[in-house]
């Protein structure tokens, strides 16, 4: 059954079109601010991966691909200095590791996607793996959690907080790190794993003050009271949990488990006191 194309689609594939434009206009182009193709090498000397007779509008493309997957300029990987002439850039000239540190990745990425991914069995793959793919604008594809980590075990809590913020302010809504509830939590979890319970402790503070209404994060800092051995502090932050997540069974039951421990303690503690007294017991 066929119908009369509605105007519809027309008027969808021009405001997509018009839209593609901007994106184009306003991407940033390293290469144009440096000059861009007017002062393109006149040959190119030294490509070993891609074609010799590859058109520089294509080079350029795949140049530009590299500088937006790292967040990096031309010369993180060439030799040329920011702001002066791209005319004066040695891009063929191999002296900089992060060259050829990008030729052993172009060479991982064309494996994984001619030796590996086109071998799976049925419909073509989706996806082909590229440089963004695990780059997301970082030189460094760090996940969050783990870089927090890193920095708190060399430098201590203050400077993962510190981190934490630095990174949010640049480039919270991007897609380089994961800002979401769960990050702070895990990175929390590891260090605790490794007996750094108090910077642990900073890393939940701090995650409560961008969700202040975090389940997840009210049982992590219960556990952690636990840990710390302030099991009143603990019962407070399950009790939270129950106020935000009323269903949830497990913390119910933990809540009550922790609650009887604490009596019995408790009890402990006055029959203890009594015998130091020299009180009779009852
Ligand atoms: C992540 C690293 C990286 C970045 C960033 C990068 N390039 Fe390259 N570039 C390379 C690699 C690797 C080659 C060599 C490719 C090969 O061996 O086939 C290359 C080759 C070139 C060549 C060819 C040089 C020759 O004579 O052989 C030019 C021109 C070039 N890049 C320009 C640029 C420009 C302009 C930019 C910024 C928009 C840029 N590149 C950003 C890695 C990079
Ligand atoms: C499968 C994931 C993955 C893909 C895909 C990938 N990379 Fe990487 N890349 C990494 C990892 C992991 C590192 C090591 C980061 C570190 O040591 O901090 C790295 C490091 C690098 C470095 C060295 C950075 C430095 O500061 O020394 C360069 C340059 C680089 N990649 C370029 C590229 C380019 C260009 C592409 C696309 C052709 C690409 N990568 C694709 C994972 C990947």
New binding site residues.
Partial sequence: MQTTPSREPRTAILALTAFLAILVILSPS??AA?GGPPN??P????????SPDTPPAE??DK??G??AA?G???Q???VGEEGQP?FT?D??SDEKP??EA??LM?RMVQSINEDHLSKLEGDEPVLEVQCITCHRGTAHPEQLHDLLVRVATTDGANAAVAKYAELRERHYGGQSYDFAEQTLVRAAGMLAVKGDVETASSLIQLNLEHFPESAMTFGALAQLRQLQGDNEAAIVALKKVLELEPENGRVQAMLQELQELQKAQEIEQMEGSEEESGEPKR
Wanted: hydrophobic content about 55%; aromatic content about 18%; proline content about 6%.
């Fill in positions: 390293p290469a440096q393109w090498p040959e190119l000397k030294n490509l070993q991966i891609f080079l350029i140049m530009k590299f500088t790292l990096v300029r031309c993180f990987c060439h791209i850039f891009f063929a992060e060259k990008a030729r172009l």
